[in-house]
């Protein structure tokens, strides 16, 4: 299954600078790794603001759930998710 997962990140402002460069290593080590197992298919950064757009192919909602969770950023995020379908326009004979 698709999805298309909007987050934002918010940090506070008075969190050390140590800590969050420490977060965002563990993060970006999480997020490659399950980029290498093909689930986080697409990452995105949305031009000007400390967010991204991803598509994740899971399971279920129960795997998004899971991952989306554990993310080490997961405590400073605002989190959308919006489940995809093909599109009957698509020139793709796939999902790809
Ligand atoms: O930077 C972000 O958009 C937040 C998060 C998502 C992947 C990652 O490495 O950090």
């Given at each position: 299954?698709?999805?298309?997962?909007?987050?934002?990140?918010?940090?506070?402002?008075?969190?050390?600078?140590?800590?969050?460069?420490?977060?965002?290593?563990?993060?970006?080590?999480?997020?490659?790794?399950?980029?290498?197992?093909?689930?986080?298919?697409?990452?995105?950064?949305v031009a000007g603001s400390y967010a991204n757009v991803s598509i994740f192919d899971v399971e279920?909602?129960?795997?998004?759930?899971?991952?989306?969770?554990?993310?080490?950023?997961?405590?400073?995020?605002?989190?959308?998710?919006?489940?995809?379908?093909?599109?009957?326009?698509?020139?793709?004979?796939?999902?790809?």
């Amino acid at each position: 299954m698709l999805f298309q997962v909007e987050m934002t990140v918010k940090l506070p402002p008075d969190m050390p600078a140590e800590r969050a460069a420490e977060i965002k290593a563990t993060e970006k080590a999480y997020a490659q790794d399950l980029q290498h197992a093909g689930k986080w298919r697409h990452l995105w950064r949305v031009a000007g603001s400390y967010a991204n757009v991803s598509i994740f192919d899971v399971e279920d909602n129960a795997e998004l759930q899971e991952i989306v969770s554990n993310l080490p950023l997961f405590p400073w995020m605002e989190i959308r998710v919006k489940p995809l379908c093909r599109h009957p326009s698509s020139i793709r004979d796939d999902d790809s």
